[in-house]
């Protein structure tokens, strides 16, 4: 599996050339608690960094979902309307929530790694 990268907004992404996977990490999941409904950008949407792409929706709160890196959407996860708890039970997998293409690899590297993001939840708890 593809190294994964995280925002400080707990969205993680994964990279294929130029084509970034997004979705929100397993500890965003779990404080938002069950996943009842996910709006999702459209295809051909040109985004910046930090700009709201898409909203999830708990029992508990809805959120705001932001692109972790400028590029255009390629496609939106269309199985999450149907079955938005994928989101709880697979966040990193089958719960992916859009990709990007045109991604500029050396921003992706700029994302925080696996133990900057631990250190990033520590501070937080």
């Known amino acids: 599996m593809a190294e994964l990268r995280y925002t400080k907004d707990h969205e993680w992404v994964r990279l294929d050339g130029t084509v970034a996977t997004v979705g929100i990490t397993d500890h965003a999941q779990e404080a938002l608690g069950d996943v009842v ?60 929530f859009f990709k990007l293409e045109g991604v500029d690899p050396s921003a992706f590297a700029d994302l925080l790694d696996e133990p900057a993001y631990k250190a990033l939840l520590e501070m937080e708890a």
């Open 37 to 96: 409904f996910v709006d999702l950008p459209e295809a051909g949407r040109d985004v910046v960094p930090g700009e709201p792409i898409a909203v999830v929706e708990s029992v508990k709160a809805a959120s705001d979902v932001y692109a972790p890196l400028a590029g255009r959407v390629l496609e939106s996860n269309a199985a999450l309307k149907d079955d938005p708890a994928k989101v709880n039970a697979s966040p990193t997998g089958e719960g992916w």
